[in-house]
């Protein structure tokens, strides 16, 4: 008679407490006992599979062995290898059943590129997932220790589905555990039908939360990927970041961007606000931006503020181009108390929030809620609440303001002290002053009062607007000769201003409708151009002179001076069309107004491209 037994069975029988006495007497006396060894040489592995007459049973164990059995254990596996997959796929108990759930658990992992031994915590964070619907109610508080008896501890003709496994350093119990090579092969053919179907949720979370080495990570994070969770794999890639060392985290960091990017527009796509709010928060910038635009869209106000709380810019500015583009002057006010004040001596893009804040406070004339911003520091809302104190003429205050220290005031009284006649205490404070608001609004009022002899007071020795009010004067009147004197002595816009006289006369002594006059006509608007003389330009325009009409859209357009170009626009003017659909591309930062887009649209049905690229960008 021929049989075989493990090792572990041999000691048991010859232990001295055995109660099996007969079969303990007929090995110790009457049985020849011989020893197979643990693993087969690579030499008797190739003998074996050349000699013909070597049993098929054999010869299949010695393929299985070559091929996964790690140490050629054929005998291993021609002994427990069968029995072991049974016991897998049919559990007899309840307790076999948690067997079953955390052995399935491990070849997912395992499948997935986990190729170190498992985790303890793992197996029991993943398990859940795997336990069977009968046995999730009032399942045992110790169902993985049930479980893991069964899968590690309780052999099956010799082996175990897991082989338990310590990794942490000195003597201790089990902390991981090592899939049986056999029933890893056996996952990858019967599993591998099922690459692309659904694995529980319990198993990716705890990948996530118990995988530790970058390489595992990254194999991980790209089965994730592959499989559309990119919530999971924007997280593994992120921890694999985290687990490198500096040198190579940047290029493991490049890689998280790369695939936040694509993540990202795939969720954007999907209007999936909750799944981008979660790959922002694991740090995706492409993530952050598209929720913001998302939120943006659907008028999401509330997710707007909170994402700003938190810091994200990208909602930060979607908010505001939200509440600017209602006029909604609280909500706007809420958004500027979560920015630091500006600073009043540095004008940056990030202040415009401030900028239409002041705006909207100025329009509705909110002296109380100015009057809080102007004490906070907001140098915008000064501007604005000197403003609505001048419109309104409450020149007291106004005054208050100026005499604080104010200079954003100064110029809004200069111009309400003009309006209102109190023209000496203009002349006193512009006395006072220097170069200030206060000389120009003076200067200009002087001009406008044709005052010379007092102008030119204002204006000896001066280097601020006053020479230019003195040398314009002259021109209306026509002195020439005092243009003449006043440019030999340097004095600043006088030649300027007698440039423009000489190609005015030229243009209005050349005979009409000669090639001369027209010669003249052009020189004499392009230096309109040149100085900026906007209001002769807008004259001659008036008066229907086409050249100087199109020269003032060119004008308005190299300024964005939006609102004035949607007034020539609005009158069909092709140029001021297509300058206007130039200007808003040109300032992608400045959103169209509806009136702008309106006549943006209207261009974009006659075929512009440029017209139809920033009115699909609007609201």
């Known amino acids: 008679m021929l049989a075989t037994m493990w090792t572990a069975d041999l000691d048991h029988l010859r232990a001295d407490d055995s109660q099996h006495s007969q079969a303990k007497h007929l090995i110790l006396h009457g049985a020849r006992l011989l020893d197979v060894a643990e693993s087969f040489s690579d030499e008797?592995?190739?003998?074996?599979?050349?000699?013909?007459?070597?049993?098929?049973?054999?010869?299949?164990?010695?393929d299985t062995a070559e091929t996964v059995g790690h140490g050629r254990r054929v005998i291993q596996t021609l002994a427990g290898g069968p029995s072991l997959v049974d016991r897998f796929e049919h559990p007899r108990s309840q307790a076999e059943r948690f067997a079953r759930a955390t052995v399935t658990a491990a070849m997912d992992a395992r499948g997935l590129g986990y190729r170190l031994p498992i985790p303890l915590e793992l197996l029991q964070a993943a398990g859940p997932g795997y336990i069977e619907e009968r046995d999730r109610v009032d399942a045992p508080p110790d169902w993985i220790h049930q479980g893991l008896r069964h899968a590690a501890y309780l052999p099956s003709h010799g082996v175990t589905a897991l082989a338990p496994r310590r990794l942490a350093t000195g003597p201790g119990p089990a902390d991981s555990y090592a899939l049986h090579d056999y029933l890893d092969e056996h996952s990858g053919e019967t599993r591998v039908r099922q690459r692309r179907a659904p694995l529980p949720a319990t198993l990716w979370e705890a990948l996530v939360a118990h995988t530790t080495d970058t390489e595992i990570a990254l194999s991980l994070a790209d089965h994730a990927f592959d499989r559309l969770l990119y919530r999971y794999g924007l997280a593994l890639y992120q921890k694999a970041a985290l687990e490198q060392p500096r040198h190579v985290s940047e290029d493991v960091t490049e890689l998280f961007e790369v695939v936040g990017d694509r993540a990202a527009r795939v969720l954007y796509a999907r209007e999936d606000a909750d799944e981008l709010r979660r790959l922002a928060t694991a740090g995706s910038d492409q993530a952050s931006m598209r929720l913001a635009v998302?939120?943006?869209?659907?008028?999401?106000?509330?997710?707007?503020?909170e994402l700003t709380r938190h810091g994200n810019l990208d909602a930060r500015w979607r908010l505001f181009h939200l509440l600017a583009e209602r006029r909604d002057a609280r909500l706007l006010g809420e958004l500027v108390d979560l920015l630091p004040l500006p600073d009043h001596r540095i004008e940056s893009e990030e202040d415009e929030p401030n900028r239409v804040l002041a705006q909207l406070l100025d329009e509705h004339s909110d002296l109380p809620e100015l009057r809080r911003r102007v004490a906070l520091g907001d140098p915008y809302a000064a501007q604005a609440l000197a403003s609505v104190l001048a419109r309104l003429g409450m020149l007291e205050e106004l005054r208050g303001l100026v005499d604080a220290g104010v200079d954003d005031a100064?110029?809004?009284?200069?111009?309400?002290?003009?309006?209102?006649?109190?023209?000496?205490?203009?002349?006193?404070?512009?006395?006072?002053?220097?170069?200030?608001?206060?000389?120009?609004?003076?200067?200009?009022?002087?001009?406008?009062?044709?005052?010379?002899?007092?102008?030119?007071?204002?204006?000896?020795?001066a280097n601020d607007d006053a020479p230019g009010y003195l040398a314009k004067l002259l021109d209306q009147l026509n002195d020439v000769d005092e243009l003449r004197r006043l440019a030999r002595r340097r004095t600043p816009f006088a030649?300027?201003?007698?440039?423009?006289?000489?190609?005015?006369?030229?243009?209005?002594?050349?005979?009409?409708?000669?090639?001369k006059h027209e010669a003249a006509r052009?020189?004499?608007?392009?230096?309109?151009?040149?100085?900026?003389?906007?209001e002769e330009l807008r004259e001659?325009?008036?008066?229907?002179?086409a050249i100087a009409q199109h020269a003032l859209i060119e004008w308005l357009a190299d300024r964005d001076r939006i609102a004035e170009l949607i007034t020539f626009a609005d009158a069909d003017d092709p140029t001021a069309m297509s300058r206007l659909a130039e200007a808003c591309v040109r300032s992608p930062h400045q959103r169209p107004t509806k009136e702008a887009l309106a006549v943006?649209?209207?261009l974009s049905d006659q075929g512009s491209p440029r017209a139809l690229t920033r009115s699909c960008s609007g609201p």
Not at 495 to 514: T, V
Request: proline share 2%; hydrophobic share 40%.
């Open 44 to 62: 008797q592995i190739a003998t074996l599979q050349d000699d013909r007459s070597t049993d098929v049973r054999l010869q299949a164990a010695c």
């Open 294 to 305: 998302l939120l943006e869209q659907r008028g999401d106000v509330a997710s707007l503020f």
């Open 410 to 461: 100064e110029w809004p009284l200069a111009e309400a002290l003009a309006a209102h006649g109190e023209i000496d205490e203009l002349r006193r404070r512009a006395a006072a002053a220097g170069e200030s608001g206060f000389r120009h609004v003076l200067a200009k009022l002087l001009m406008e009062r044709h005052a010379v002899d007092e102008l030119k007071a204002l204006s000896e020795g």
């Open 495 to 515: 030649s300027r201003y007698l440039k423009l006289n000489r190609r005015r006369s030229q243009y209005l002594a050349a005979p009409g409708g000669s090639r």
């Open 522 to 534: 052009n020189r004499f608007i392009a230096t309109l151009v040149e100085y900026g003389e906007d």
């Open 540 to 545: 001659l325009a008036a008066a229907g002179d």
């Open 600 to 602: 943006l649209r209207r």
